[in-house]
């Protein structure tokens, strides 16, 4: 509320995500891209209309639940990194397995360092760490648990171009490899059409929903599970407004 006024973030925006797209979520600063993460992962719960995440209305859960839904079924990465100061690399990265109650969690966290180019640098606390070492950590955090969808909220935009440039790499090559559906919130252009669809939000509001053709290359295993899921109509996330 703004006085006696109610305060209007999103309005009538509803859209489908099958299992395995890649989607970049576009629109300027102020416009509710954020917002509508926030909703989508149940960090923030809608005045009116419904979120459902692999076939549950999260509207049906109390935060607990939302919380372990989150846990069986979402990764994070987030713009500033939210890593844990007091934990290592290979600590912040066994953080979501130690959480779920998982065996051989420190085997799979160095696993993941390994992939993302971070080996010799399990040892090292965040604040030895550059940058872009930063959210890759971040990035094995998030894939660590082989969650079926990832969030990304500006991953970016906190990093120097070619480091940001990497960064998306990899988080695209993960993606490809582990077949996980893929949330990109971003103002930029040029990394919005590396993704299959682009939905682009004004002033609270879904103005377009644009899908690009999948190039014409080989597609990995894991590409291929995913689009027959999204062919069979498999949903992984839906919003839908009131």
């Known amino acids: 509320m703004t006085g006696d006024m109610p305060l209007v973030i999103l309005d009538s ?3 489908e ?8 979520i576009l629109g300027a600063s102020g416009s509710g891209k954020t917002t509508l993460l926030g909703l989508l ?8 209309g419904s979120v459902t995440i692999d076939g549950t209305d999260l509207a049906a859960l109390d935060e ?3 919380a372990a839904l989150r846990q069986r079924t979402v990764g994070f990465v987030f713009q500033s990194f939210h890593l844990l100061p007091a934990l290592t690399a290979v600590e912040n990265v066994m953080l979501p397995l130690e959480l779920a109650g998982l ?10 360092l390994e ?10 606390y965040p604040r030895q760490l550059s940058g872009g070492e930063q959210q890759r950590v971040a990035i094995a955090r998030a894939f660590v648990t082989r969650p079926r969808l990832l969030m990304a909220d500006e991953p970016t935009g906190n990093l120097d171009a070619a480091t940001g440039a990497s960064v998306i790499d990899l988080m695209f090559e993960l993606n490809r490899e582990e077949g996980t559906t893929l949330l990109l919130v971003t103002h930029d252009e040029s990394l919005a059409r590396r993704c299959g669809r682009r ?7 879904l103005v377009a929903d644009e899908r690009t053709p999948p190039p014409h290359q080989a597609a990995t295993r894991a590409e291929a599970e995913a689009a027959a899921r999204v062919e069979a109509g498999e ?4 919003h839908r407004p009131a």
Not at 235 to 238: A, L
């Open 13 to 15: 925006v509803g859209f």
């Open 115 to 124: 992939r993302v180019g971070l080996s010799a640098r399990g040892h090292h």
């Open 17 to 24: 995500v099958g299992a395995g797209e890649s989607v970049a």
């Open 64 to 66: 607990d639940g939302r």
């Open 235 to 238: 949903t992984v996330v839906e």
């Open 103 to 112: 065996r051989d969690a420190r085997a799979q966290a160095l696993r993941l």
């Open 199 to 205: 939905l682009r939000i004004a002033a609270g509001r």
């Open 41 to 48: 992962a149940g960090l923030d719960q809608p005045s009116s």
